[in-house]
């Protein structure tokens, strides 16, 4: 669907039952990455009694341009990815799961989608991790998003000299997600890459709730 593209990529669920599981983790793969390969990172959070849900953007790319880009030149795709998105948290949802009970983790590009659903869709989670990620748009794009996190744990982690997210988008998204009512927890890192770092991958296991 040319107004869809998303609409009917596989949505892929690996871990725990989720009709058992302690949580479930909705996992947002980055621009050229696929399900397969965010699992790959989720492997390493080493928690064993989360359900994993991941949904695989069409052609590898949830939108074309750079998440600074005007939102009207990444789309139909940036609609159609928050759509999405917003249909496995809903599927989740109608298995009886609460939104308390559902995280959100994403890389890179998958941050800044996991971010930008997330602040149009603001309620109770178990937790958001943004790695490598900030809210979608331009400089001076209004942030009036509604709705209130009600002390959502959520951490924000970048480098400050990050090639593709400028270290001032991640201070502004964990300004908003303040006024949004989350409990922010954000880590700029020296000199790092385009990457995951290990302090990450503990700060998303502690947020998880594993047990040390």
Do not use: K
């Amino acid at each position: 669907m040319l107004d869809d593209p998303h609409a009917d990529q596989p949505v892929i669920w690996r871990g725990a039952d989720p009709s058992t599981a302690r949580l479930v983790v909705v996992l947002v793969h980055g621009r050229g990455a696929s399900a397969a390969a965010i699992f790959t990172l989720a492997d390493q959070f080493e928690v064993g009694d989360v359900a994993y849900v991941a949904p695989e953007a069409a052609d590898h790319t949830w939108y074309p341009y750079s998440f600074l880009a005007p939102l009207e030149q990444n789309e139909p795709n940036l609609s159609s990815a928050l759509h999405r998105l917003a249909g496995v948290v809903d599927d989740v949802v109608g298995r009886g799961i609460p939104s308390s009970r559902i995280a959100l983790v994403g890389f890179s590009q998958g941050a800044c989608l996991t971010l930008e659903y997330v602040a149009r869709h603001a309620q109770r989670y178990a937790a958001v991790a943004g790695l490598s990620g900030g809210l979608i748009g331009p400089p001076g794009t209004p942030r009036d998003y509604a709705g209130t996190l009600a002390q959502t744990p959520l951490f924000l982690g970048c480098s400050d000299v990050d090639a593709h997210v400028p270290v001032e988008r991640v201070h502004e998204s964990a300004a908003v997600f303040s006024r949004l009512g989350a409990v922010v927890d954000e880590r700029i890192y020296p000199g790092m890459s385009h990457t995951v770092n290990r302090d990450e991958l503990d700060a998303v296991r502690a947020l998880l709730g594993a047990p040390r």
